[in-house]
């Protein structure tokens, strides 16, 4: 465990305080040094027992603390609390510094040397790096973990490749489904290296090579392996990670990656882990829930391995729901262990949970958000949209508050029932949480209902121009009728337009389709239309980048997947995309907005988070409410 970075302290006088660090600080090891003649020995201070006969004739010299880097600060805190004497010692004190101005440019310099070292890299690489980039190599050349927070369309999947390859040894790439297509790309572009990448098994073809012949040839030709598998088939390939045995891990959109619920047992400071096998339905039948549990158990699995020297997670919102408890997952993932041995003890010390009211925890708040930022600094590496985004063209972001007069009537939730009605009874037999989220899921219907001729419309004017028009909704049903209406409105309006391409995807739409679509609005002039699900291509999907207005029919509920939607415009080859926002004054609308902005708070705490910037004033609506009382103040004035 201690080949990482590290600091030793030394104490020379005993308190109650030592008894109490292991449990204080995670990953942290107390022992006492003893000696009997010329022969020195340590003995772990939890495992101690005086009266062991091993011990007579010993002398007691002193205590050394040994305490990962990330959490070294927080010892030397309980040490000088309990006026404890100490001497430390820093193991690789680069681990430590602050990123200062002269810091930046040595990073820089040394990244840039580092660059050039890299033989598989291609030579023009190095022309059209970024300072960012640069820094990053030499970043992850001496670090264990790193964790690199950059805004979407930042160049995250380059930067990773580039830091991985500072390592000997095989690399394997763990990401979403959808962007095995990127990666495998982009290491072919940027690099000599020919990756593998893990298909499902429906998609095999008898032409495709297998594995085990591409680690062979690997192997005989002296060739780095590198190869891309999806999250989501990484529980029922564990055969394929111990064949490839990967030195270099690499997460990409870690975030999607874990799960607080993955284990019960009590990982221990040492790295041992024991599990619970998870429960399926009654049916018999996985529920998606469990699967994305055993998913989380198997990439942390991975993770674990002795082989692994290097881990790099790569997301541009770490904190996707605003709550700091989707943090411990991606850390422990890059640091095993070093946050807690349970997330109960994260949740505790850093989301202010509690007892629930029904039972369970209550981990939705947030606690120590200094602390916690000050721990992940070590490792994290974050890049300001400023910085990263300086020379792209900007997304400029409109919100539309519909008037009740703008809104159009609501259309039946069902043959018998208005959307009135069916809440109504609804509400009446709301007695558990399945039947409350009915009536929201009705409530969310009925504000897309009667916002659906303006957004129709707003796409009709945008294609006139011979736009490329995106349109975002947050699900599945009211994806079909957004194009069923777009479609309609083509119908009827002006007949210069011709045949406008309009796509429509989902979650029920294949991985192959959606690249497919994703392609062809990328291949187009103009006018064209891609009406999709946020979930379906608002993550890990490049290609969006050349649309000019892209319209956001419904909020999503995580500050998250809202600046991952907004990132498919903010892109390199982009230009500047006009994205309107659009809420149904006196909807759900609203109440969505209000848990949108309220979870802005703990991001902003945690990162810069400059793209969050004066947004929560223009979703609440408050910029155009300020515009109408300065108009009419002045116009008082003017009287």
Same mark, same amino acid.
């Given at each position: 465990?201690?080949?990482?970075?590290?600091?030793?302290?030394?104490?020379?006088?005993?308190?109650?305080?030592?008894?109490?660090?292991?449990?204080?600080?995670?990953?942290?090891?107390?022992?006492?040094?003893?000696?009997?003649?010329?022969?020195?020995?340590?003995?772990?201070?939890?495992?101690?027992?005086?009266?062991?006969?091993?011990?007579?004739?010993?002398?007691?010299?002193?205590?050394?603390?040994?305490?990962?880097?990330?959490?070294?600060?927080?010892?030397?805190?309980?040490?000088?609390?309990?006026?404890?004497?100490?001497?430390?010692?820093?193991?690789?004190?680069?681990?430590?510094?602050?990123?200062?101005?002269?810091?930046?440019?040595?990073?820089?310099?040394?990244?840039?040397?580092?660059?050039?070292?890299?033989?598989?890299?291609?030579?023009?690489?190095?022309?059209?790096?970024?300072?960012?980039?640069?820094?990053?190599?030499?970043?992850?050349?001496?670090?264990?973990?790193?964790?690199?927070?950059?805004?979407?369309?930042?160049?995250?999947?380059?930067?990773?490749?580039?830091?991985?390859?500072?390592?000997?040894?095989?690399?394997?790439?763990?990401?979403?489904?959808?962007?095995?297509?990127?990666?495998?790309?982009?290491?072919?572009?940027?690099?000599?290296?020919?990756?593998?990448?893990?298909?499902?098994?429906?998609?095999?073809?008898?032409?495709?090579?297998?594995?085990?012949?591409?680690?062979?040839?690997?192997?005989?030709?002296?060739?780095?392996?590198?190869?891309?598998?999806?999250?989501?088939?990484?529980?029922?390939?564990?055969?394929?990670?111990?064949?490839?045995?990967?030195?270099?891990?690499?997460?990409?959109?870690?975030?999607?990656?874990?799960?607080?619920?993955?284990?019960?047992?009590?990982?221990?400071?040492?790295?041992?882990?024991?599990?619970?096998?998870?429960?399926?339905?009654?049916?018999?039948?996985?529920?998606?829930?469990?699967?994305?549990?055993?998913?989380?158990?198997?990439?942390?699995?991975?993770?674990?391995?002795?082989?692994?020297?290097?881990?790099?997670?790569?997301?541009?919102?770490?904190?996707?729901?605003?709550?700091?408890?989707?943090?411990?997952?991606?850390?422990?993932?890059?640091?095993?262990?070093?946050?807690?041995?349970?997330?109960?003890?994260?949740?505790?010390?850093?989301?202010?949970?509690?007892?629930?009211?029904?039972?369970?925890?209550?981990?939705?708040?947030?606690?120590?958000?200094?602390?916690?930022?000050?721990?992940?600094?070590?490792?994290?590496?974050?890049?300001?949209?400023?910085?990263?985004?300086?020379?792209?063209?900007?997304?400029?972001?409109?919100?539309?508050?519909?008037?009740?007069?703008?809104?159009?009537?609501?259309?039946?939730?069902?043959?018998?029932?208005?959307?009135?009605?069916?809440?109504?009874?609804?509400?009446?037999?709301?007695?558990?949480?399945?039947?409350?989220? @009915?009536?929201? #899921?009705?409530? !969310?219907?009925?504000?897309?209902? =009667? /916002?659906?001729?303006?957004?129709? *419309? +707003?796409? &009709?004017?945008?294609?006139?121009?011979?736009?490329?028009?995106?349109?975002?909704?947050? @699900?599945?049903? #009211?994806?079909? !009728?957004?194009?069923?209406?777009? =479609? /309609?409105?083509?119908?009827?309006? *002006? +007949?210069? &337009?011709?045949?406008?391409?309009?796509?429509?995807?989902?979650?029920?739409?294949?991985?192959?389709?959606?690249?497919?679509?994703?392609?062809?609005?990328?291949?187009?002039?103009?006018?064209?239309?891609?009406?999709?699900?946020?979930?379906?291509?608002?993550?890990?999907?490049?290609?969006?980048?050349?649309?000019?207005?892209?319209?956001?029919?419904?909020?999503?509920?995580?500050?998250?997947?809202?600046?991952?939607?907004?990132?498919?415009?903010?892109?390199?080859?982009?230009?500047?995309?006009?994205?309107?926002?659009?809420?149904?004054?006196?909807?759900?609308?609203?109440?969505?907005?209000?848990?949108?902005?309220?979870?802005?708070?703990?991001?902003?705490?945690?990162?810069?988070?400059?793209?969050?910037?004066?947004?929560?004033?223009?979703?609440?609506?408050?910029?155009?409410?300020?515009?109408?009382?300065?108009?009419?103040?002045?116009?008082?004035?003017?009287?």
């Amino acid at each position: 465990m201690w080949d990482q970075p590290r600091l030793e302290y030394k104490v020379f006088n005993s308190d109650s305080i030592l008894d109490q660090l292991e449990t204080l600080v995670p990953g942290c090891l107390v022992y006492l040094r003893v000696s009997r003649g010329t022969r020195s020995w340590k003995i772990r201070l939890a495992k101690l027992d005086p009266a062991s006969p091993d011990l007579e004739g010993c002398a007691s010299q002193y205590y050394e603390v040994f305490a990962p880097i990330h959490g070294a600060w927080l010892v030397e805190g309980y040490l000088q609390q309990a006026g404890v004497y100490y001497e430390g010692e820093a193991h690789d004190t680069e681990y430590i510094k602050a990123w200062d101005p002269a810091e930046r440019e040595r990073l820089i310099t040394r990244g840039a040397g580092l660059l050039r070292s890299l033989i598989e890299v291609r030579d023009f690489v190095g022309d059209m790096l970024t300072d960012y980039q640069k820094m990053n190599i030499a970043w992850a050349d001496t670090r264990p973990w790193v964790m690199n927070v950059w805004a979407c369309g930042a160049g995250k999947t380059l930067g990773s490749l580039l830091s991985a390859l500072t390592r000997p040894g095989p690399i394997m790439v763990i990401c979403p489904a959808k962007a095995r297509h990127v990666w495998w790309s982009q290491v072919q572009e940027y690099t000599t290296i020919k990756p593998f990448r893990v298909k499902p098994s429906s998609n095999v073809r008898k032409k495709d090579q297998l594995l085990e012949d591409y680690l062979k040839d690997c192997r005989t030709q002296g060739n780095r392996a590198l190869v891309i598998i999806g999250a989501e088939s990484i529980a029922d390939n564990m055969a394929i990670v111990d064949q490839v045995d990967p030195c270099v891990l690499v997460f990409d959109e870690l975030h999607t990656h874990g799960s607080q619920k993955r284990w019960v047992a009590i990982q221990e400071a040492d790295g041992s882990v024991s599990f619970e096998k998870r429960k399926t339905t009654a049916s018999g039948k996985q529920s998606s829930k469990v699967d994305r549990v055993n998913r989380a158990v198997a990439i942390m699995e991975v993770s674990r391995r002795s082989s692994v020297a290097l881990r790099i997670g790569l997301t541009a919102t770490p904190l996707d729901d605003g709550r700091p408890r989707r943090l411990w997952s991606q850390l422990d993932l890059l640091t095993p262990g070093g946050f807690a041995h349970s997330y109960r003890r994260f949740a505790e010390r850093y989301c202010d949970a509690r007892p629930g009211d029904f039972g369970g925890l209550d981990d939705t708040g947030s606690s120590n958000m200094a602390e916690l930022r000050a721990r992940c600094s070590f490792f994290t590496h974050e890049v300001p949209y400023s910085e990263s985004h300086s020379q792209l063209p900007s997304t400029r972001v409109q919100v539309v508050y519909l008037p009740t007069e703008q809104l159009n009537r609501a259309e039946r939730f069902s043959d018998k029932q208005t959307f009135g009605q069916a809440i109504k009874s609804l509400h009446k037999t709301a007695t558990n949480p399945l039947e409350r989220e @009915r009536v929201i #899921e009705a409530r !969310l219907s009925e504000a897309c209902s =009667r /916002k659906r001729r303006y957004v129709a *419309d +707003e796409v &009709l004017e945008g294609l006139k121009g011979g736009g490329k028009v995106v349109v975002f909704t947050a @699900r599945r049903r #009211e994806t079909e !009728l957004w194009a069923h209406q777009i =479609r /309609k409105g083509l119908k009827r309006g *002006d +007949e210069a &337009l011709g045949e406008v391409p309009v796509w429509m995807g989902h979650g029920g739409v294949s991985e192959a389709e959606r690249d497919d679509m994703v392609d062809a609005f990328r291949g187009s002039e103009g006018p064209c239309v891609l009406v999709g699900t946020g979930q379906a291509f608002g993550t890990a999907v490049d290609g969006m980048q050349t649309t000019d207005l892209a319209i956001f029919a419904m909020l999503p509920w995580k500050p998250g997947d809202f600046t991952q939607w907004k990132g498919r415009f903010d892109r390199l080859g982009g230009r500047a995309t006009l994205l309107k926002v659009v809420v149904a004054s006196g909807t759900y609308d609203e109440r969505v907005v209000d848990i949108l902005v309220e979870k802005f708070g703990p991001i902003e705490q945690f990162l810069k988070a400059e793209e969050l910037k004066g947004l929560d004033q223009k979703l609440l609506g408050l910029e155009d409410k300020e515009a109408i009382v300065n108009s009419i103040i002045s116009k008082l004035g003017a009287a």
